[in-house]
Nanobody, 123 residues
Framework: QVQLVESGGGVVQAGGSLRLSCEASGRASSNYYMGWFRQAPMKEREFVAA????????YYADSVKGRFTIYRVNDKNMVYLQMNSLKPEDTAVYYC????????????????WGQGTQVTVSS
């Protein structure tokens, strides 16, 4: 299993930017997918973005396409989520997640995830 630790959340005004970081440790193969999901109060968990360990494939929710970018730095076991043009509806706790099967990141059944980091976007 992979251990994940997020950082980088905070409070930002609408239109601003934040970068979230996720450090992975433990058993992570080259076939792993890593990504982010978010959960706002009283709302269901929502897939945000994912990237294959080799960085060649990325996936985004329609709600963040064109505004968020996921990338990784493998020699540092880090995955980042650059969030631009933030909106109040992006307010949520953001979790880093990982699994060997991509659809598990989308459907909420990933095998590993972190403790989460709060992102608050004020209007």
């Amino acid at each position: 299993q992979v251990q994940l630790v997020e950082s980088g959340g905070g409070v930002v005004q609408a239109g601003g930017s934040l970068r979230l970081s996720c450090e992975a440790s433990g058993r992570a193969s080259s076939n792993y997918y890593m990504g982010w999901f978010r959960q706002a109060p009283m709302k269901e968990r929502e897939f945000v973005a994912a990237i294959r360990w080799n960085g060649f494939s990325t996936y985004y929710a329609d709600s963040v396409k064109g505004r968020f970018t996921i990338y990784r730095v493998n020699d540092k076991n880090m995955v980042y989520l650059q969030m631009n043009s933030l909106k109040p509806e992006d307010t949520a706790v953001y979790y880093c997640e990982a699994d060997e099967i991509m659809h598990r990141l989308r459907d909420g059944s990933s095998s590993s995830w972190g403790q989460g980091t709060q992102v608050t976007v004020s209007s």
